[in-house]
């Protein structure tokens, strides 16, 4: 879509979602290593956030460039739980005292795993890193195929608050043209088998743009997921990655301006749809129910301020001062290799940090400003002050650039409190988020390793 005269945002319209900053692309090598307790020395540790990498699957999708493999060896999931275990005694061990105020346990898909392998997963997780699911929210990944009735129940047991679920699509012509082996009747089996289960929110996926998608069938699919009202609906827009099977086959072309032209009506259609059915824009891809479970009022954890502490092969974890995750990758050959290695690993390997990022005050300030404005709660701008004592527009100029911007209409809102993004800036989010990135931050992500 060509940018208006008076829009600084030069780039395509789907430039990159940055769901976290620094993007992990602009991670490398920390030397000299850090020792993990080191690292979490100073970190307040009252309300952390533990996530859980599983990254096996059932299928491998024709656009996922998550670190998954799909179909592993029977056996490796199964030493991947005992190795992820070896971790969790040396992370507790670095970490001293921690509370876990949520949890996540994503991947790949997690319920690859079978419903025994599961309930061992949670017993480690209390009994290695104290995690109480019955008390902490916790949400965990599934896909239609794996959503089955005795893991579901394990899950229920356990405390499980959240189920994720991919459906990208309810057309199978579509689910088909993505490299998704699904039937719709399936999808609605899978979800109405989660709902009898009675977990507080399911969150349903789905894509747009895609091959072959019309309105029409967009707002089919999307009837279809809100035949279940689910709790949270994330509209992806699609983006087609090197090493992934579209990638490959350059279907569509990532730089293709027509199809920025195609995701745009998309969105804004399924965003009203959403809108006159109640829910909420959380931002530019969240969208929550009216009276659904708000993590800002069940959990104590806050991304700005709370650290995160990944486990498992490819998980990223965050502290104040540092990024950092394990080795990860994307296509198979490489991902085969990176398990093998993570499931050998001897156990000193996992005290030491040795690949990521180290947060210059300025990205601390980026971090701050980008994680809040993309969201629907905006930019709050005495907690700013509070916590840099300075003001956000003098640590990054390119916020008047945004706050003068029409495209035609303004995106960010400016009140005396806060700078929240316009509709007009929610739809340009993936504009906005690497406009706010730091030269070195884009150079690196640019650069980084891609494998
Ligand atoms: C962590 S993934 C895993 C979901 C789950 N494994 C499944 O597929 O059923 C979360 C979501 O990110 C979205 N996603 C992943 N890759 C994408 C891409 N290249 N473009 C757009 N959305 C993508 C998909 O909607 C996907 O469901
Ligand atoms: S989209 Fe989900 S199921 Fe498909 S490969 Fe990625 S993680 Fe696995």
């Not at 129940?153 to 082996?181: H, K, N, P, T, Y």
Request: glycine fraction near 8%.
């Amino acid at each position: 879509m060509a940018a208006s005269m008076t829009s600084p945002l030069t780039g395509p319209l789907y430039e990159q979602y940055l769901y976290s900053y620094p993007h992990k692309l602009a991670y490398g090598a920390i030397t000299p290593e850090r020792s993990l307790t080191e690292v979490w020395a100073a970190e307040p540790k009252d309300a952390l956030c533990l996530y859980v990498h599983v990254p096996f699957c059932e299928q491998r999708c024709g656009f996922c460039n998550l670190f998954t493999f799909a179909n592993p060896n029977e056996g490796l999931p199964a030493r991947y739980l005992r190795t992820l275990e070896r971790q969790m005694a040396r992370t507790r061990a670095a970490l001293g005292a921690a509370h876990f105020a949520q949890y996540a346990i994503g991947g790949g898909t997690p319920t690859y795993l079978s419903a025994d392998q599961l309930g061992e997963l949670f017993d480690v997780l209390k009994g290695r890193m104290g995690l109480d699911p019955r008390t902490s929210p916790g949400s965990v990944e599934t896909s239609p195929l794996t959503a089955t009735n005795d893991r579901l129940r394990v899950l229920r047991d356990r405390g499980v608050s959240r189920i994720s679920m991919g459906v990208q699509s309810f057309a199978d012509g579509e689910s088909a043209s993505i490299g998704r082996r699904q039937a719709a009747p399936t999808v609605h089996d899978a979800v109405r088998r989660i709902r009898d289960h009675g977990f507080p929110t399911l969150n349903l996926d789905l894509m747009y743009g895609l091959p072959d998608q019309t309105e029409e069938s967009f707002a089919l699919s999307l009837r279809a997921a809100l035949e279940h009202r689910p709790e949270e609906l994330y509209l992806y827009p699609l983006y087609v990655r090197p090493l992934t099977r579209l990638g490959r086959a350059a279907a569509p072309s990532p730089d293709d301006q027509d199809w920025d032209a195609e995701r745009l009506p998309l969105y804004r259609a399924g965003r009203s749809l959403l809108l006159a059915e109640g829910y909420a824009q959380v931002s530019m891809r969240m969208f929550r129910r009216a009276g659904a479970p708000d993590p800002a009022t069940t959990s104590s954890y806050r991304c700005q301020r709370d650290g995160m502490v990944g486990l498992g092969a490819g998980a990223r974890s965050y502290t104040d001062d540092v990024h950092y995750s394990t080795a990860y990758a994307v296509g198979a050959q490489k991902v085969r290799t990176i398990l093998e290695a993570y499931v050998e690993a001897e156990d000193e390997s996992f005290d030491r940090v040795s690949w990521g990022y180290l947060l210059t005050e300025e990205e601390k300030r980026r971090r701050f400003v980008i994680l809040s404005l993309l969201n629907e709660s905006g930019l709050d701008l005495a907690a700013y002050r509070r916590r840099f004592s300075s003001e956000p527009h003098v640590d990054l100029p390119e916020l008047e650039v945004l706050l003068a911007a029409r495209v035609p209409d303004p995106l960010i809102e400016r009140t005396e409190d806060r700078l929240a993004l316009t509709p007009a800036g929610f739809e340009r989010s993936d504009q906005i988020g690497p406009f706010l990135m730091s030269a070195s931050v884009r150079r690196l992500a640019r650069e980084g390793p891609r494998s």
